[in-house]
């Protein structure tokens, strides 16, 4: 194709003009496929959590409701079922809100503090986690039963039930806000000193807004653990029907007496329990979120 050129002011050939180049054609945009990495993990995960915990709980719960609502009433509501069912609620809300509040203290204490020993301190909040439970009850009922050292017998009484289940569920506030204490911005703390704040003003308006989550979480987790507890509550309990048998030592003695779908129903009254806490614990969590 012939090109022409055209002169200039000074003296100088213009280029000539270069034909544009044809449009190309739009991109197909199609929906982006997922990495085979990404599905195959997806898939394994699923079967995992489905083979390891949504199956069996699938299953507990049909098996306590096959024969229909009314059945699953009448075996929650029997004399012993029932009296287990509310002393383990009364007992697991109390053990939530004392933990509340004395595992945000320890927390704090092992953050801000400093003092010899710390780090002993600190591995020892573990220790529920790694000691058995049933070896928990045991030493529990060695420290606090009718041969207590301390000449303090909390065996085969209500308030042994709670003490047990204390010390099971402590680590679960202390890990919980701990790690929320150690990213919180100290800056915000000295700019509000600064400004004449007192102490008890900045933490009510400072540090508990961001403490708060972590603290329901830590309360719901140990609320939920204290209700199918079992090993340590076994022993220092006695399990003696209307006075100190939780509901996790009730569905025992109803699966020795060969009552499965009684033990089923039960149990699946606590999952309830527990799926309903940690629901409202989202919602309170997800609504704090948004308000900021």
């Given at each position: 194709m012939a090109t022409t050129q055209t002169s200039t002011g000074t003296g100088v050939a213009a280029p000539a003009p270069v034909d544009a180049a044809p449009d190309a054609p739009p991109a197909r945009r199609g929906r982006r496929r997922p990495a085979v990495g990404t599905g195959l993990g997806l898939g394994t995960a699923v079967l995992y959590l489905s083979l390891i915990v949504l199956l069996p709980l699938a299953v507990v719960v049909w098996r306590g409701g096959k024969d229909g609502p009314g059945y699953f009433w009448q075996a929650v509501r029997t004399p012993d079922s029932w009296a287990a069912l509310k002393l383990t609620l009364v007992a697991s809300l109390v053990v939530?809100?004392?933990?509340?509040?004395?595992?945000t203290v320890i927390a704090w204490v092992l953050v801000r503090d400093r003092f010899p020993g710390i780090a002993v301190v600190d591995t020892l909040i573990d220790l529920p986690?790694?000691?058995?439970?049933?070896?928990a009850g045991l030493v529990l009922l060695a420290l606090y039963g009718a041969t207590s050292p301390l000449h303090v017998n909390l065996a085969y009484t209500q308030i042994g039930v709670v003490v047990?289940?204390?010390?099971?569920?402590?680590p679960f506030v202390v890990r919980t806000v701990q790690p929320v204490l150690l990213e919180l911005d100290r800056d915000m703390e000295q700019a509000a000193y600064s400004l004449g704040a007192s102490q008890w003003v900045t933490f009510r308006r400072i540090i508990l807004p961001n403490l708060a989550p972590a603290m329901l979480s830590g309360a719901g987790l140990a609320f939920t653990r204290s209700i199918a507890e079992y090993g340590a509550t076994v022993l220092i309990s006695g399990n003696l029907p209307f006075k100190t048998q939780v509901a996790s030592v009730n569905i025992v003695g109803r699966i020795e007496s060969d009552n499965i779908a009684g033990a089923a129903a039960v149990s699946t009254a606590l999952l309830l329990i527990a799926f309903a806490v940690l629901i409202l614990l989202d919602v309170i969590q997800r609504w704090a979120a948004r308000r900021g």
């Open positions: 939530a809100l004392i933990n509340l509040v004395m595992g986690f790694a000691l058995p439970t049933i070896v047990a289940l204390l010390f099971v569920t402590l």
